[in-house]
Nanobody
Framework: DVQLVESGGGSVQAGGSLRLTCLVSGHTANRYCMGWFRQAPGKEREGVAA???????YYADSVKGRFTTSQEKTKNTLYLRMNSLEPEDTATYYC??????????????????RGQGTQVTVS
């Protein structure tokens, strides 16, 4: 079974930065897409970023230029670097992975495997 565990969330002031980490285990697909989505209370899930096996990245317009996702394949780890955080970024952030899917940011919340989430609060 594929398991994902996020860490790195916390509380920061507006303008601050955080780096989220997602440790992935049990995932061996050769063709996959990994990414991040978030959900704030009372709001729909929003895909934030995605990255495919070749390293191509995709971002939601709301975070473009501020967030960067990357992967370290040797460590089975996915990262989300978040700069210039805004109160509107407050949400629970989840990482997700699936195989044989179209790698689009808006689809990440639908991927088969996801973590338990980590809370990010910006004030």
């Amino acid at each position: 079974d594929v398991q994902l565990v996020e860490s790195g969330g916390g509380s920061v002031q507006a303008g601050g930065s955080l780096r989220l980490t997602c440790l992935v285990s049990g995932h061996t697909a050769n063709r996959y897409c990994m990414g991040w989505f978030r959900q704030a209370p009372g709001k729909e899930r929003e895909g934030v970023a995605a990255i495919n096996i070749g390293g191509s990245t995709y971002y939601a317009d709301s975070v473009k230029g501020r967030f960067t996702t990357s992967q370290e394949k040797t460590k089975n780890t996915l990262y989300l670097r978040m700069n210039s955080l805004e109160p509107e970024d407050t949400a629970t952030y989840y990482c997700a992975v699936d195989r044989g899917v179209v790698c689009l940011t808006r689809l990440v919340s639908q991927y088969k495997n996801r973590g338990q989430g980590t809370q990010v609060t910006v004030s």
